[in-house]
């Protein structure tokens, strides 16, 4: 256990053991350790054991508590610090040489503490430490990880500002790899506790924009949106490949289950292109929510499209180009994934397509048509039924469009 050293008033010196709950300190008689001095509050302060480790802390006392010479109202101390209370110093000694330097026993410690800062409990953390310093002063690795524990507490609390105070949102740690999780319904916000609480926040507000406008057009508000905010396109395509459907390397942005999104710090310069990526990410979350999945894509990613007025690169020329020749991809074969096409062009080109049909049916039906479709789909229809829904089959929508087309998008 370790040991204290007691100088009153400067002169009397004792050692006392300290017992492992720990002791009280005051003028009062019933302290365990007690000083006969007129400034001393009856109930002074307290040491006490947590977690491991040891703590002082001050109860209220007239006069306050100082730590190696710093006021204080609660601290862990450790071996070799100094407790003022008064005229009267405590000098806190931790463990001696022959119950310490026990390195199985430090390392366990450490592991432990280790674990407890993984899953964000910083209390529980520096408690293990200190118990590891007062095994053994100095242990290096108890120094790099007190660090580290004092840097990411430090993170998480400018994170906590994200938190509004007075609604329900919350702010957890989802470790073990230092996630960060800030729950603000219907939003679920993952991301590493280093990024900048001012993009997060702007992320928050972004999607809550999209939400709304796209729950204007659609009528659909899912209850439930989780999304995942990487640092890197490695990371973002090794958290998709995972899921056997890797991100390609240009896309930002992805919605698979949940929608997930690559931004540096760098995003917030660019507040538009924020705006964009999550707005079609979250187009393709709230219609597959709607339509179980049903949707095909050409219709999901026209919707994305249009709803962001973000007409794919070229548009005008390549559409041109198509009636010039009459050489448009049949929607049959835009159903599942784009990047099933052979080549690089006809994939732009997909995109093109699926912006201009639905363009074409926005125009022709308004937003109460594709709501319509939608719906369709979401009760199981396939895709003649879904687009009887605006009395099209799939051969006269086609047709409808490329009558439209040369009046409405080219010169
Ligand atoms: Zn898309």
């Given at each position: 256990?370790?040991?204290?050293?007691?100088?009153?008033?400067?002169?009397?010196?004792?050692?006392?053991?300290?017992?492992?709950?720990?002791?009280?300190?005051?003028?009062?008689?019933d302290?365990?350790?007690?000083?006969?001095?007129?400034?001393?509050?009856?109930?002074?302060?307290?040491?006490?054991?947590?977690?491991?480790?040891?703590?002082?802390?001050?109860?209220?006392?007239?006069?306050?508590?100082?730590?190696?010479h710093?006021?204080?109202?609660?601290?862990?101390?450790?071996?070799?610090?100094?407790?003022?209370?008064?005229?009267?110093?405590?000098?806190?000694?931790?463990f001696?040489?022959?119950?310490?330097?026990?390195?199985?026993?430090?390392?366990?410690?450490?592991?432990?503490?280790?674990?407890?800062?993984m899953?964000?409990?910083?209390?529980s953390?520096?408690?293990?430490?200190?118990?590891?310093?007062?095994?053994?002063?100095?242990?290096?690795?108890?120094?790099?990880?007190?660090?580290?524990?004092?840097?990411?507490?430090?993170?998480?609390?400018?994170?906590?500002?994200?938190?509004?105070?007075?609604?329900?949102?919350?702010?957890?740690?989802?470790?073990?790899?230092?996630?960060?999780?800030?729950?603000?319904?219907?939003?679920?916000?993952?991301?590493?506790?280093?990024?900048?609480?001012?993009?997060?926040?702007?992320?928050?507000?972004?999607?809550?924009r999209?939400?709304?406008?796209?729950?204007r057009?659609?009528?659909?508000?899912?209850?439930?949106?989780?999304?995942?905010?990487?640092?890197?396109?490695?990371?973002?395509?090794?958290?998709?490949?995972?899921?056997?459907?890797?991100?390609?390397?240009?896309?930002?942005?992805?919605?698979?289950?949940?929608?997930?999104?690559?931004?540096?710090?760098?995003?917030?310069?660019?507040p538009?292109?924020?705006?964009?990526?999550?707005?079609?990410?979250y187009?393709?979350?709230?219609v597959?929510?709607?339509?179980?999945?049903?949707?095909?894509?050409?219709?999901?990613?026209?919707?994305?499209?249009?709803?962001?007025?973000?007409?794919?690169?070229?548009?005008?020329?390549?559409?041109?180009r198509?009636?010039?020749?009459?050489?448009?991809?049949?929607?049959?074969?835009?159903?599942?994934?784009?990047?099933?096409?052979?080549?690089?062009?006809?994939?732009d080109?997909?995109?093109?397509?699926?912006?201009?049909?639905?363009?074409?049916?926005?125009?022709?039906?308004?937003?109460?048509?594709?709501?319509?479709?939608?719906?369709?789909?979401?009760?199981?229809?396939?895709?003649?039924?879904?687009?009887?829904?605006?009395?099209?089959?799939?051969?006269?929508?086609?047709q409808?469009?490329?009558?439209?087309?040369?009046?409405?998008?080219?010169?």
């Amino acid at each position: 256990m370790p040991v204290l050293h007691i100088t009153t008033s400067g002169f009397v010196e004792k050692t006392v053991d300290v017992p492992e709950t720990g002791c009280t300190i005051g003028r009062a008689w019933d302290n365990v350790i007690t000083f006969n001095d007129e400034d001393v509050s009856a109930y002074h302060a307290a040491l006490y054991c947590d977690g491991g480790g040891f703590f002082i802390e001050d109860r209220n006392s007239t006069n306050g508590t100082y730590l190696n010479h710093i006021k204080i109202n609660r601290s862990p101390v450790q071996g070799g610090d100094v407790i003022s209370i008064c005229r009267n110093t405590i000098r806190f000694e931790s463990f001696c040489a022959k119950e310490g330097a026990d390195d199985e026993n430090v390392a366990k410690v450490l592991t432990e503490a280790d674990r407890h800062l993984m899953h964000g409990r910083w209390d529980s953390a520096e408690s293990a430490v200190q118990k590891a310093l007062l095994m053994e002063q100095g242990n290096s690795q108890a120094l790099q990880l007190q660090d580290r524990i004092a840097r990411k507490k430090n993170m998480y609390r400018k994170l906590e500002s994200l938190v509004v105070p007075g609604k329900k949102d919350t702010l957890s740690i989802v470790g073990p790899d230092d996630f960060v999780s800030l729950n603000a319904a219907p939003f679920e916000i993952r991301f590493h506790i280093s990024r900048d609480a001012h993009l997060i926040k702007e992320i928050f507000k972004t999607l809550k924009r999209a939400y709304d406008l796209v729950g204007r057009h659609l009528e659909v508000y899912p209850e439930r949106v989780e999304v995942e905010v990487y640092t890197s396109q490695e990371e973002l395509q090794g958290v998709t490949g995972l899921n056997g459907c890797a991100a390609p390397d240009w896309a930002a942005g992805m919605c698979d289950e949940k929608i997930r999104i690559n931004t540096d710090d760098d995003t917030l310069r660019e507040p538009q292109f924020l705006y964009l990526m999550l707005t079609h990410e979250y187009v393709h979350y709230a219609v597959r929510h709607m339509t179980g999945g049903k949707c095909p894509l050409w219709l999901e990613e026209g919707i994305a499209q249009v709803e962001t007025q973000n007409a794919p690169a070229g548009t005008e020329e390549l559409l041109q180009r198509a009636l010039d020749n009459d050489a448009f991809l049949p929607l049959e074969i835009l159903q599942h994934d784009f990047s099933a096409l052979e080549y690089a062009e006809l994939i732009d080109f997909a995109y093109v397509e699926a912006y201009s049909i639905v363009t074409f049916l926005l125009q022709r039906y308004s937003w109460s048509g594709i709501r319509a479709v939608l719906g369709a789909f979401g009760s199981g229809e396939e895709v003649p039924g879904a687009l009887g829904r605006v009395h099209l089959s799939c051969e006269e929508l086609e047709q409808a469009w490329k009558e439209w087309l040369p009046h409405h998008c080219c010169r």
